[in-house]
């Protein structure tokens, strides 16, 4: 069993579409988080949740909006997508935001912008 | 977010010890020291925390100084499943939701 799934794993799409990632954890976490990797390896967090609500925000285009239906699922969805836009998102769960809690991510969305 | 210093690659032999470092001296007294990795084309993964106190589990040791300005992470026995980009981040500042924020890491080769 997969702990923290995401879907799809390759997305390679054309500029101005509009495209979702998905996102479950079966941890039973109460948090989840978004991750951008760029083409540089570095890895940023974008967005972070508790118990579906929005706890960090950090300085993303309003084109990324993430939905959180419940506490298992955490969506990505990108309006407009840009070349820049191209990276590694990974999902990621923890149970609470402690400063020692365990953070477990997926194994990453390939997205690509042509 | 405090920062943390480390060397860009290191290189060991297969089933030699690793000593990987960690500079943090602008760590705070709440910080906790946590170390993850990230294996090829994979999302990082956990491999071991502290706050003061020497740390041991499965994967590795983690030996923190005394002034916890620097820390060492220790895999005991390399293997070619341990080559990847592994990051020492500060986890603190509940204001900033105790935010897991990667640096640069430094990328471990093990040669057979």
């Known amino acids: 069993d997969t702990a923290v799934s995401q879907t799809p794993k390759y997305l390679v799409t054309q500029m101005g579409n509009d495209k979702s990632i998905k996102c479950e954890q079966n941890l039973g976490h109460d948090t989840m988080y978004w991750y951008k990797q760029d083409s540089k390896k570095f890895l940023k967090i974008m967005f972070s949740y508790n118990n579906k609500e929005l706890i960090i925000n950090e300085t993303v285009p309003n084109r990324f909006s993430p939905k959180s239906p419940d506490k298992a699922h955490l969506n990505l969805h990108i309006n407009s997508l840009e070349l820049g836009d191209s990276a590694v998102y990974f999902c990621a769960s923890s149970q609470g935001q402690g400063r020692a809690n365990t953070i477990y991510f997926g194994e990453g969305s390939w997205l690509t912008v042509v | ?112």
């Open chain 2, 1 to 112: 977010d405090a920062k943390t210093t480390q060397p860009n690659s290191m290189e060991s032999n297969e089933e030699e010890p690793v000593h990987l470092p960690c500079n943090h001296s602008t760590i705070s007294g709440t910080d906790y020291i946590h170390w993850y990795r990230q294996l090829p084309s994979q999302g990082p993964e956990y491999v071991i925390h502290g706050l003061t106190s020497n740390v041991n589990n499965r994967m590795a040791s983690l030996a923190i100084a005394e002034d916890r300005k620097s820390s060492t992470l220790i895999l005991h026995r390399a293997t070619l499943r341990d080559a990847a980009v592994y990051y020492c981040i500060l986890r603190g500042t509940k204001a900033a939701g105790n935010k897991l924020t990667f640096g640069g890491g430094t990328r471990v080769l093990v040669k057979p």
